[in-house]
Each structure stands twice: as C-alpha cells, then as structure tokens.
C-alpha cells in the first residue's frame, strides 16, 4: 500500500511545497523504512487548528444519535482497512499479529461502547444531568427551574502513543471520547507509526464523507520537530491536551501550557512502575506461580505496557519466587523495542541500576541482537531503594527493580516512599490482607487503580475502570483515559435556569 | 468581644514573637479598626501544612457518618456564635444586617447539605461508585471485578473572598467542600475580615474538639502579604486550591503553581460581567419593569456580587428601557464597598470607560461620600465596545455598561466577541427565543449558567446548579464552587479490582 507521508487537514491531504521528509523505522531490520512523510508546517497547523474552530460550530450542535452513527462508521471503516492496516503496523513497530489484532478490535470496540452509550442515555451524556423543579410558592423568594447538564469543551489535541498504535493513538481512546463528547480533534501523529496514522486517517475520513461530518472535526499532523506540538498546545482555540508519552516532553509542554492566558487541562498520561506488593504467606505458598506469572506479565509486549509490572517488592525470604523468577528471564530471549530512542532509554535505564551501588543484577536474559532489549532482573533492599531516587525511575522496557523487605514496618515506609502509579497490585492470602490493613490502605493513595492477586497489564474497558493516577503517573488525577468516563475530559457542566 | 490577632495552627492560637501588625479596615468609617492582627509567619505557614499532611492520614479514614457529624457541629457552632459574629462583620464589611443573616444561613445550610448527602449516600460519596460483576466464564479471558469509587485528593489551600464573608471565606463552599470530600483545609483568610475569620476559626475550632477530630484538619493562616500566600500553594503536601478573586492575583498564584513539579488543580472564581441580553419584542413590551429589575439587581450589595450585571446588550430603540434605567440610577444613593482598595480600582475602572470615545455616561447616582461608590450607566455601541478590549474588563462595583445593538447579526457579533462568564441572561418572549435561537446557542459556550427571564443575582444552591464558567470567569471549567457536586473538586477516582 502507497503512503503519501501527507498530513491530513480538514479533509485535504496536504504536503508543502519543499516540505522537511523524515521516515518511519523498521525495529525489525533495525533500519528506517523507505516512505517518506512529509512534515506539516506552521501554516498547516494553523490552517487546521481554524478548521477545527469553525467545524466545533456545527460539531457541537449534532445530536448524540448523529455522533453515534459517526463512530460506528469509523469503527467500520478501521474494519475495512483489513489485513494492509496490520501490516504497516507490524512494519512499523514489529508488534506480533496476534497483539496488533487484539489492539485493532479493542480500539475498534472502543468507538463502538462511546456509540453505544451516545444512543442509550436518556438522560444527556453520560446520564449524568440533574433537574430541579421550580417551585413557585417557596418564600421568601420563588424556586427557579434549574437543569444541569453538559457541553463539549471546544477544539481538542491529542498526541498519540508509541506503545499502543491503535488504542492510545490516531483513532484511540482520547479522540474518541472528544468525537463522541463533541469536540473536534487536531492529532499529531506518532513519528514512530505514521504509516499506521495515515491508514487510520484516511478510515476516518471515510467516515467524515459518508456520515456528512464537518470537514474540519478532525486533522492529523506529521510532524518531527517539537516546534509544530508546541504552537498546537498554545492555540488559542485549543480546549484541552489528551497526551500519552514521556515526563520530559510533558513537563515541556506544560510549560507552554502555563504561559497561554487562558488556563486548559493537560491530560497527561506519563510513566508507572506498577509496583507488585508480595505478602509473606502468599510468597511462601504460591511464590513459583506467583514468579511465573510476574514474568509472564512484565514480558508482555516486551516490557511496553504502560501497566507492565516493573517493581516488585518481595519478602526478603521469598527464595522461590526469587529463584523461579531468576530462571524465567534467564530463559527468556530477546525482543525488539518501538523505536531506536527507546532502545536508547532502555540501555541507559539499566545502566543507571547497574552502577548504582547496592543494586545487584540478578537475572539476564540472552541478548540476540544488538539492538534488541532483553529482559533484567535487578535486586536491592528496602533502604537502597529508599535513598535512592534514580532507583524509583520507570525503565521503559523488559527491566524489573525486585526490593526486598525484612517486615511489615520497612514495607509500610517502601510504599510511603512511592511516587504515584497508574497501578499497584498486592499479591497475599486472607490473611495477609487483614495483617497489613493499614499498608493497603496507604497504597490506594499511590494508585488510580488497585488489584489484588492479578496482573496490572490488561486493562479491561468497561465502566467502573479508571486509567490513570497520581502524579506523576498522570498529569490530573480526576480523570480516565479508559472507559465511558473518559468523556468527562472534554465536557463541562452548565446549568440552565428558567422561572417555571 | 476581644479579637486575639492570633493564627490558629492546628489547635493553638498562635502569635510569632515580634510578629509584623495590620488592621482591618471600617468601611463605613473609612479607617482602620483598633483591633491589631498578627501576620502569620512562614514558619506557622510550615507547621499547618505539616499538620494537614498528618491529619489526613486519620482524616481520609473518618466514614462519612462521621464527617456529617462533624459538618452539622460546625454549622452549630456558627449558630452559636450569635450576634456577635454579625456584628464584627457589619464592622468589617459594612454589609447591611439582613444580608449578612441571609448568608450566615446560607453559609449553614450548605454545610448540613453536604452532612446530609454524605449520610444519604448509599453507594459510595455522592453515589458516583460503579461496579462490574466479574465473569469467570469469558473467552479468551476471564472478567475481572471492578469497582470505580473516590478518594480525597489529599491537603487542600483555601483562600477566602472579599464579599462574601461567610458563603465563600473562612467556612464558606471550598471548605465545606473539601471536609465533606475527606481533605484538611489550609485556609488564607481575607484581610478585608480578619476578625470575621478569627470568629469563624473558634467555631470550628470546638467542632473539632467536640467531635475528636484531627487537630490539623483545618488551620487558618493570618497575613496581609502575598509571600505566604505562595509558600502555601507551593507546598508538596498541598493537592488542590480554590480561591476566589482577582485576575492579577490568580495569575501570580498560577505562576507559582506552575513551577511546582507535581501539577495541581487551581479552582479560581474571577471575574464576570454577567451579560443581560435583552431582545426587541421583550425590550418593546416590557421595558420598564425590566429596567427595574435589572437596575435593583445590579445594585444589590453595591455591585459588588459575583453574579452582578455588569454588561447589558439591548436594542438601540430600547427606549423605554433606557429611560427608566437612567431614572432608577439617577434617584440611586451611594454606599461603600468592601475595602479602600475596592474603592480605589472601581474609581479607576470607571475613569478608563469615562475615557473611551464612543461611550457616554448615562447616568450616576448621587455621591453621599468620597469615600462611597455611586451606581454609573455608561452606553456605547456595539462596534466601539467590540474594538474597546478595556471595556469588557468586569468594573467591580455598581457600574453598568449598556452596549446597543442595531440588529440580530450585530447582537450575534457581540456575542461572539465575550469573554467566558459565570452566567448570562436572556430577556425575551418565546417568539424572541425562536427568533434567536442560533444566538442563544453561541451565548452557552461563554457561560457556566444560562438564565431566561430573571436576574443572574442570587445563586440557588440546589443539585444541579453550576457556579463557575469558561476562563477568564474560572479557571477550571469542569468544577463547581456551589452545590454538592463542589465535592468533586476534591475528589479523585479508583479502581479496586479482584479476579471474583
């Protein structure tokens, strides 16, 4: 299939005249792929940020049945991308088949379940408006009619995910809540999956023309420098940032965020090490299942999950689970990762633990190429991991920090310690829970989400899931990236107020 | 009754040794009370803070059972404080008795309203949980157990307001709010109420004691200069603010938000010209009445609530209207307003519409006292307020600015050109509202409450009001600062989730 490396802005696909070219890479060969994509200008920006303004004014007015149809007909038009989409993604990222596949139905589902919700409530969006009758004969003063209910916030940016090219990207979980709340969204895509956000654009503009959508609902930037991202986020007509990504790009584009006079909210979903709680009896008991599964967990997508289990923390004589784990990622072999700046990352993450005194390597698994990433498995105590901040650093990859604890007390100022997480999850008994009440209860205030004796990787989309957490986890706490109530993101109460 | 000056940190009563003095101010008398107040240090500041983060631990764990019992304590205690509190604010604020009593009640039923949902509430604060059943038996993977619940944000800043002594300041909707959610509360006092907040302080401060609850779950800071005001919503252990006030200062406040490393959400309540559109056939019809009411209004507390009309658009042969307006202003006496530095920007805001070419000075109220502010109508038309940037700035105080329109696409234009607002009106028949109904369309997204027919004055506190609105009139879009969903502000969700 022929990519055009074109931006897409307000249903023109565009590339400027002498515009910079940059590539795609191929984490398999290891090698950059061969399409060049055109990266869109400051005046393309524009051109699309004004778009979005202007198509907000019909947007906004569509009944949730008329938005519904149009998510419907996304999620279809993704379908009708068929096996080409799997491909250039595979290409693309080297993800196997079977994930891609996986990612491609829940993203696809996703856009369904927010259809579904906008034909089901009877009572606005979400079901969340409230009315209060008036009442005419109340003294001193008569009670007005009041109905709360609400609106799209405007324009919206979102910036796409490396580790989910599907559910957390061009068409993923942040763009389909705006669509589906009745905002407009400008993407920037991806540099490490363009291809995949051409694809997916062009399905929605399929979309666009066959539900009769305003033409400027949605545009999908290419764009390789920072420059383009930063004068999208300072748009005046800009409402609210969805962003999946890195601290440092966050922290960059807060930056330019606060300088902008009117204040909007940055939805950042940053990094996690979804800390793995071993309780003793559980450990004595279950430590070999427990590894095994652990393992399995922190393996999935090779370490890239925002989920994924990256610190464990393990009675100081769990030997079991010590030992089961050692010769699970002993075994394990190597596997590519997105992109080569996240190889980059990976290499200089475990360097970090490696030389950090106190920390020792306990578990390696073989290294088959030189770019690929290989799993690690680190090991200190409590006080090691307290004094150190670098230790408490997500590494973005097959790499897992093991501390051990001696007793309940070095445990409970382990989880004190914690910066907040999108996950935690405690592995124990009955009893272990009723011991260690008071830790759990400490712990919720580290997490947006709480698992006992499951995996973190796995996000299940449904209603009463939440996806996201504490800083610095995620830049606001009051919100999910996953589910329904993802649509509170871009939506904003108004109460209308009449005599009768 | 003998005001003591003193902070109250976390139980005591607390005065640094050579404290810097202020004084609060008799507006009626136009100088300072005798009574000295002692600026809270930045070391009293500290010690709050910490004492906060430490009450929370307990806190957060207190049922909502015993958080009611705690909220109506309070509210007994503000009862019990008698007429003494309203004679110290009288003093303070030279607000009329009735007024003050109206809003003491308001300031106490709000308070047992929160108590009151948190021990009605079946499932959870506020009964936003949500739960999923698990599945043992899905394919390809078993459903997990969900439930999606809220927790505390953790230790929260309050500043309090000028005019509103009791419904805003010291024990006023962030508070309660913030109590209610399972937050300590830091709180700024206003220095416009020294003595007011001191008051309200012992009232909770035998709340505190009568029910058991955590010494540092409220403490009330003592200063007149800005320093602590930023060491407070500097403060890791700080989660949220509400402030309400000027633009300048909240600006400053978010400057220093900005710089913190972890992101926190500011709930600012601004400024608002609270647009009155009054169409032709209302106009026409009923254009004396409306003048009357729109005049008593805006005169309500001398302009100075945050719901006043400050901004009204009528048809250019609105005469009737017009008239009446200058009569009803004309015949107005001057009063004071809440504070010489009131006094001072609303002298210069007027001078700055004086100054405009384009706009005239309809009317004003006799000037009783150079000290007082008099109502003033000023007019203009609709091209010379939409090139006037300096005329859509709120003056605070009984100033009205009355923009002309010729027509509805003029009215639309006008429209278009507003700033976000907490609320507008629309005055109209329902033949104007068919008319103008793309018109009333656009006017939402500029407000947080849209009313027909009656006066933006006087907030209902009921479930589905909504006080707040689009930046600059808040800063948060999303949140309320009345009525039970206030709670949210300081609310976050999880999820705790099993495999049964």
């Known amino acids: 299939m022929q990519i055009s490396g074109a931006s897409y ?28 994509i055109y990266e869109a200008t400051e005046q393309m920006l ?13 947007y906004r007015q569509t009944s949730p049945a008329e938005r519904a149809t149009f998510l419907y007909a996304i999620a279809d038009e993704i379908e009708a991308l068929g096996e080409q989409l799997l491909e250039v993604t595979h290409q693309e990222t080297n993800l196997p088949f079977a994930r891609l596949q996986g990612e491609r139905g829940r993203t696809i589902n996703q856009l369904r379940a927010f259809a579904q919700s906008l034909e089901q409530c009877k009572n606005g969006l979400l079901d969340l408006d409230i009315e209060d009758a008036a009442d005419a004969h109340r003294t001193p003063q008569a009670k007005p009619h009041t109905h709360l209910s609400y609106l799209p916030v405007g324009v919206v940016a979102v910036f796409g995910a490396s580790n989910f090219p599907y559910a957390f990207s061009t068409l993923g979980g942040d763009t389909a809540a705006a669509l589906a709340a009745g905002c407009p969204v400008v ?10 956000s051409e694809l997916m654009t062009r399905a929605i503009d ?13 545009s999908m930037i290419q764009a390789k420098g920072y420059g383009i991202s930063h004068q999208l986020v300072a748009a005046d007509s800009i409402k609210a940032v969805g962003f999946t990504g890195s601290f440092g790009v966050a922290q960059k584009l807060m930056d330019t965020i606060a300088k902008r006079k009117e204040v909007i909210p940055f939805y950042g979903e940053l990094g ?25 967990s922190m393996l999935m997508g090779n370490g890239q999950f925002c989920t994924s289990p990256g610190l464990w923390l393990v009675p100081s004589d769990a030997h079991e689970l010590i030992e089961e784990s050692i010769e699970q990622l002993s075994k394990s072999t190597s596997d590519t990762l997105l992109s080569p700046n996240i190889v980059t990352s990976f290499k200089q993450g475990i360097d970090v633990f490696k030389h950090t ?18 799993a690690h498995l680190f090991c200190t105590d409590a006080a090691t991991y307290m004094e150190n901040s670098q230790l408490h650093e997500e590494v973005f990859g ?55 004796n499951q995996m973190p990787t796995g996000v299940e989309v449904c209603a009463s899931m939440n996806h996201g957490g504490p800083f610095p986890s995620s830049t606001d706490v009051r919100s999910t990236s996953v589910g329904l109530n993802a649509m509170l993101r871009f939506l904003r109460p108004i109460c209308r107020q009449r005599p009768q």
Chains 1, 2 share one sequence.
């Open 272 to 296: 996690s090490t979804n800390p793995q709680v071993v309780f003793a009896q559980k450990a004595a008991q279950h430590g070999k299942e427990l590894a095994q599964a652990l393992c399995q």
């Open 46 to 58: 524009g051109q699309a940020v004004s778009a979005a303004e202007q198509a907000f004014i019909d």
């Open 206 to 218: 399929k979309a666009i023309v066959k539900t009769g959508m305003p033409k400027g609902v949605f």
């Open 357 to 374: 005194q106190g920390v020792s390597l306990l578990a390696q698994g073989k290294l088959e190429q030189d770019f690929h990433a290989n």
């Open 9 to 36: 802005i307000a249903g023109q696909w565009c590339i400027a005249e002498g515009a910079n070219k940059f590539f795609g890479f191929s984490p398999k060969l290891n090698q950059p792929l061969s399409s060049p």
């Open 187 to 196: 993407m920037k895509s991806h540099t490490a999956h363009p291809a995949t």
């Open 398 to 452: 097959p790499a897992v920090m093991m501390v051990k604890y001696d007793d309940s007390q070095q445990l409970k100022q382990l989880i004190d310690s914690l910066e907040g997480q999108l996950t935690a999850s405690i592995h124990g008994s009955n009893e272990d829970f009723a011991k260690n009440a008071q830790i759990i209860e400490a712990l919720q205030y580290k997490v947006g989400r709480l698992i006992e």
